[in-house]
């Protein structure tokens, strides 16, 4: 694959980049929920009227009709800009488009691509993250609902989304992952209820979610009955294929504002500083070299799967050196530094745990990648 941009490419990468000029929000983005929430769903519909969402999905879901090299540049530049995340988690959306009817599709993408309408991801419980498939939630059927009982738990955004996709059980209790269905929840459903969660970093990012007796019609089971694993796996393996150019233009932006601090604090020249800073930037490479790898992939049709368990790990990896190495750099000022390090910092440590710990990652990667008995 040759890695410079066509013609048409450069073209395109020229119009967003002027685009972006203009359009990026020039007020910084609020430290906590529920403003920052308010701000990127702005932000996200922002996009959606210029363009610039969903650019390689079907132009009659939403999408521009594009390929995964446009989607990608957008996410280098959107990285390189500094611009908000997005509201929405596009691997949801990616559920409804990959495992729902005609008629889902048309219901529920254009409000999530618009982000008229944010979706959670009800996976997690008390006692299944790791294990999912040992998950408790029950939808029993009842005429044409079903009833759904249990607990969510960690799920992102989930104070503020109107729709979450449940897993819940509708086989026996042994049946584990062969009975397990995905469902599409409207959050405001009488016996729904949310209790904000706390992070380490102070943020209300996620919510408990309960379930207590909520009825929702059976048209709302998004794949088939039973068959919420498939669905899982594809939303899931969407997640984790974190290593596109985005996140590499986003931590190549970090990682020069840390060496203008080093510099400007008289340790450009410090030997364990410029190790420090070396050692950062051979992750970015490798990460450079792998997102391109994945690219490549995705450009010759290649469908996403387990693989993506190595995207995570790469990026987790790079993240936390790249946060742990701004803190040593800042030394104690990071607890009052403006820019927000400390709460990157901790934000950081997550990468490990969210989408599936590292040590699941590699379980799947032996597993499933690499074809090694477990
Ligand atoms: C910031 C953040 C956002 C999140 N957002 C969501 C969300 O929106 N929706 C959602 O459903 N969930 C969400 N989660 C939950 C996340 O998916 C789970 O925390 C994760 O899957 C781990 O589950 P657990 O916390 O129950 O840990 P456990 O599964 O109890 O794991 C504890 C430890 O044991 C290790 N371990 C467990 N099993 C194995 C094994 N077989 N082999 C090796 N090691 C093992 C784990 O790696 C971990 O270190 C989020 C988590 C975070 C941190």
């Known amino acids: 694959m040759d890695l410079r941009d066509t013609p048409e490419e450069a073209e395109f990468r020229a119009r967003l980049r002027a685009w972006l000029a203009e359009n990026i929000p020039s007020e910084p983005e609020p430290e906590t929920m529920p403003a920052r929430f308010h701000y990127i769903v702005a932000w996200q519909k922002k996009l959606y009227s210029g363009g610039w969402v969903a ?12 390929g995964p090299v446009e989607e990608s540049i957008l996410n280098q530049e959107l990285g390189r800009a500094g611009a908000p995340a997005a509201a929405s988690f596009t691997f949801l959306g990616r559920s409804v488009l990959t495992h729902g009817t005609e008629e889902q599709k048309a219901r529920y993408l254009p409000g999530f691509l618009s982000a008229e309408e944010i979706w959670c991801q009800g996976f997690s419980e008390p006692e299944a993250g790791s294990d999912l498939a040992s998950l408790r939630t029950t939808a029993v059927p009842d005429g044409d ?17 109107q729709f979450c996709l449940v897993l819940a059980r509708t086989g026996t209790k042994e049946s584990r992952h062969r009975g397990i269905t995905a469902f599409i929840v409207p959050t405001d459903t009488a016996g729904l209820s949310r209790r904000p969660l ?10 408990e979610v309960f379930f207590d007796n909520v009825r929702i019609p059976a048209e709302n089971m998004l ?13 899931l393996a969407y997640e984790r294929g974190a290593a596109d150019l985005g996140y590499l233009a986003k931590y190549e932006r970090m990682l020069a504002q ?8 008289g340790l450009g020249e410090d030997p364990g500083t410029t190790e420090a800073i070396g050692r950062v930037l051979t992750y970015l490479e490798v990460l450079r070299l792998h997102s391109m790898r994945r690219l490549s992939d995705r450009a010759s049709g290649r469908p996403v799967g387990a693989e993506t368990s190595i995207d995570k790990l790469v990026m987790t990896q790079t993240e936390q050196l790249l946060l742990h190495t701004a803190l040593d750099v800042l030394g104690p000022e990071a607890m009052l530094a403006t820019g927000g390090w400390f709460k990157k910092y901790l934000y950081s ?26």
Do not use: C, H
């Open 55 to 66: 650019l390689s999905w079907p132009r009659e879901y939403g999408g521009q009709g594009l």
């Open 145 to 161: 609902e079903y009833v759904i009982n249990g607990q969510k738990l960690w799920t992102s955004r989930g104070s503020f989304a």
């Open 198 to 207: 706390i992070m380490a970093n102070g943020d209300e990012e996620f919510a």
């Open 223 to 235: 794949g088939e009955l039973n068959g919420g694993w498939k669905v899982t796996q594809a939303t």
């Open 258 to 265: 840390i060496s203008g601090i080093a510099d400007k604090r």
């Open 349 to 374: 440590r997550a990468a490990s745990i969210y989408g599936g710990t590292s040590q699941i990652q590699r379980n799947i990667i032996s597993g499933r990648v690499l074809g090694l008995a477990e």
